[in-house]
C-alpha cells in the first residue's frame, strides 16, 4: 500500500527556518516527481514545489524562489522541504504528493498528484 508521511512542521518566529520531510512507503516505480503543496487557512491548496523523481529538475512557486528548496532521497523514498526565512503568511498545512504523469512540466497543480500524505502543520508568528 502506498503512503506518505510528512513530518518536520511546528511553530517558529519570522526569519527562522523548517525542514519538513516526507517518507514515501510502497512501491515507487510509477512516480516520476514528487511535490510539496500547502494549503493556508481560508485559502485552496497550491503548490510550492516539485522535483523529478529520476532527475535533477526542480520547480518553485514564485512566492518561495530563494527561501524554501525541495530535494529527495531516492534511497531511502524521502524528500524534504528547507524552508527559510518564513513569513507568517506561510502559516499553513503543508502536504506532500507524489505524481505518476510523463513529461516535465511545472506539475505544481493539485489535479498532477495522485497520492497526498495527511499533512504537517507550520506556524509561522510574527
Known amino acids: 500500500q502506498v503512503r506518505l508521511v510528512e513530518s518536520g512542521g511546528g511553530s517558529v518566529q519570522a526569519g527562522g527556518t523548517l525542514k519538513l520531510t516526507c517518507v514515501y512507503s510502497g512501491y515507487t516505480g510509477d512516480v516520476t516527481y514528487m511535490g510539496w503543496f500547502r494549503r493556508r487557512p481560508g485559502q485552496e491548496r497550491e503548490g510550492v514545489a516539485r522535483?523529478?523523481?529520476?532527475?535533477?529538475?526542480?520547480h518553485y512557486a514564485k512566492f518561495v524562489e530563494g527561501r524554501f528548496t525541495i530535494s529527495r532521497d531516492r534511497r531511502r523514498n524521502m524528500v524534504y522541504l528547507q524552508m527559510s526565512n518564513l513569513r507568517p503568511d506561510d502559516t499553513a498545512m503543508y502536504y506532500c504528493a507524489a505524481g505518476t504523469r510523463g513529461g516535465i512540466a511545472n506539475r505544481l497543480s493539485p489535479a498532477d498528484y495522485t497520492t497526498w500524505g495527511r499533512g504537517t502543520q507550520v506556524t509561522v508568528s510574527a
Open positions: 522535483i523529478l523523481w529520476n532527475y535533477e529538475d526542480r
